[in-house]
């Protein structure tokens, strides 16, 4: 069976949202045009990084982390 012609592509993910009940990506595919990507068919998630520390964030975890600090006065913004 050959493999999918996306199958081991890095696409730019610009957003996520739930298609039937199913957990779907937003991608940028190679030719420019939108994309959606049922996350069950990708990897996402399953790389770490080369230490196997670290972790992404999305701006609203940011925003979700920088509360729970404030929140402990552990948040020191120092700009």
Do not use: F
Not at 4 to 19: D, S
């Amino acid at each position: 069976m050959p493999a999918h012609p996306l199958a081991g592509r890095v696409l730019a993910v610009e957003g996520h949202r739930t298609v039937a009940g199913e957990r779907c990506l937003l991608v940028r595919l190679p030719d420019g045009s939108a994309g959606t990507i049922a996350l069950s068919a990708t990897n996402v998630g399953e790389q770490r990084s080369p230490t196997g520390e670290g972790v992404v964030l999305s701006p609203a975890g940011v925003r979700n982390l920088r509360s729970l600090l404030r929140a402990h006065g552990a948040d020191h913004d120092d700009t």
